[in-house]
């Protein structure tokens, strides 16, 4: 136990609703600590992405302590207090009996093949910093006299930058083989090692992932690639070898890649939205998806063309075939199917370059996510920079410069660009005008 005066974690620094949370059950009788990864980044001196608690009352007990509570998950029951636009999430400390009725019909566990199927077996704190995954993670900030308890030795991890599993390796991952995509996303968030001995089973079990529910690989992922430090997920994934059991299409390309064209565009799509992360604009998973997923796509589109498929049916069906693919194993909802899918279809386009098809390309709705997808594959080809740069010009000039760096009109056509347009077209024309002005960001 470290207490408040020989540790650097204040009440300052916790947000309203955690220290709301928190004192409301102190007050009613109950333990309540501050958990996980809010404990260990305060720690850290950086700032946590969300507060998690951990207490002695049962999700039922929590919910007749906050009106603004909510009892979610199955597999992991847990409360939800909604305070605004946080969410604390509020966890019972986990047991690690093996289950049967508590007494009131709520404690279950259930193991198949060693994997924790439910994990909802009351417990001691001392039982359920056993069961968090990392010990960084198994830290506790006691609201009762704002020490820190370390049971299983998460400050010597933090001093050292390393992470090491709580347990046995094999076993926990046997658990829940999405233990080993959370190893690499926090050493990839952190800048940490991964142990030898929590690294070592990543060959043989990696295989584990593919049984897992492809919604909840969904949200790892966003989690990996969205929260600013995708990148280095990205590095870290393919140098433990853990690429192609989420992306095995990607992988398979990208052990193709001998110029390292397409590597570099994957890592040059994601620093980008790293970048976004930290200037803290929005970002989407379908320009990311569409990122991976690029090498698969082309190489297929490319086949079906080379065996007499004409090309827009090729791009279709090369699309179609590889988010069915992807889908087995990362559940990539309906809406950004739609987006990626139109991103990619998008990319021929840009070849082409005749007054018509150039402005009918510009007032297409996802013409920015796909130009910007154009610049990242600039290493692809000479052809491909100096298209990027040629749509890059194109959007600076009004539509009437553009229109006459076409090439001459034909003859007996009135001037300007939305003139020469019949009616409908012409409204058309005006509206790509302002949205060339407002023009949405690539990634919303
Ligand atoms: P982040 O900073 O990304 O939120 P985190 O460590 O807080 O990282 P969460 O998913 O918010 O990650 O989980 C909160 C805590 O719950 C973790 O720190 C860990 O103690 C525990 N935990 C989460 N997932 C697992 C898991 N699969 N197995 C064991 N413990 C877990
Ligand atoms: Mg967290």
Redesign the pocket.
């Known amino acids: 136990m470290i207490p408040r005066d020989q540790h650097n974690l204040s009440r300052k620094q916790i947000s309203h609703g955690a220290l709301r949370v928190l004192y409301g059950l102190k007050d009613a009788g109950f333990r309540a600590c501050l ?7 305060l720690l850290l001196e950086r700032r ?3 507060f ?1 608690v951990a207490t002695s009352a049962t999700p039922e007990e929590v919910r007749k302590l906050f009106r603004n509570c909510r009892l979610i998950g199955r597999r ?1 029951r847990l409360a939800h207090v909604i305070f605004g636009p946080e969410i604390v ?1 509020v ?1 019972t400390f986990r047991g690690t009996g093996t289950g049967g009725d508590d007494g009131n019909g709520t404690g279950d566990r259930h193991v198949v093949d060693g994997r924790i199927l439910r994990d909802n077996v009351w417990g001691t704190i001392e039982e359920d910093a056993l ?4 010990r ?3 830290l506790y900030y006691d609201i009762a006299d704002f020490s820190v308890i370390d049971f299983v030795g998460g400050i010597e991890d933090l001093e050292q930058k390393r992470l090491r599993l709580i347990g046995d390796a094999a076993t ?1 991952y046997r ?2 083989p ?2 080993m995509l ?1 190893a690499v ?2 050493a990839a ?1 952190l800048g940490f090692t991964i142990d030898p001995v929590a690294e070592a089973p990543f060959d043989a079990l990696g295989s584990l992932l593919a049984d897992a529910p492809p919604a909840r690989l969904f949200d790892e992922c966003q ?1 990996m690639f969205l ?1 600013g430090y995708g990148l280095a997920s990205f590095r870290t994934l393919v140098r433990y070898g853990l690429m192609k059991q989420l992306f095995p299409g990607t992988a398979r390309a990208l052990a193709q890649d001998d110029s390292g064209a397409l590597r570099a565009m994957i890592e040059r799509g994601l620093a980008g939205t790293d970048t976004r992360v930290a200037d803290g604009r929005p970002v989407t998973p379908a320009f990311l998806f569409a990122v991976l997923l690029w090498g698969e796509v082309a190489t297929l589109a490319a086949k079906l063309q080379a065996e007499g498929t004409v090309r827009s049916l090729a791009w279709q069906r090369a699309a179609h075939r590889v988010m069915a693919e992807q889908g087995k194993r990362v559940a990539i909802p309906r809406r950004f199917g739609y987006a990626i899918e139109e991103i990619w279809a998008l990319q021929p386009r840009f070849a082409e370059r005749t007054r018509k098809r150039v402005f009918r390309l510009m007032a297409h709705p996802r013409f920015r996510a796909a130009y910007d997808f154009l610049l990242m594959r600039a290493d692809e080809s000479d052809a491909l920079r100096e298209s990027g740069e040629w749509w890059t010009r194109a959007q600076e000039l009004s539509p009437d410069e553009l229109s006459a760096s076409l090439g001459p009109r034909p003859p007996g056509a009135p001037a300007g660009e939305a003139a020469a347009k019949p009616k409908r077209r012409r409204r058309r024309g005006g509206r790509r005008g302002k949205a060339a002005d407002t023009r949405p960001d690539t990634q919303e």
């Open positions: 958990v996980g990864g809010a404990v260990r980044d946590p992405k969300d998690d992991f999430e966890a069961r968090r995954d990392f960084v993670n198994a926990r658990e829940d999405v233990r959370r996303r926090l968030k989690k929260a």
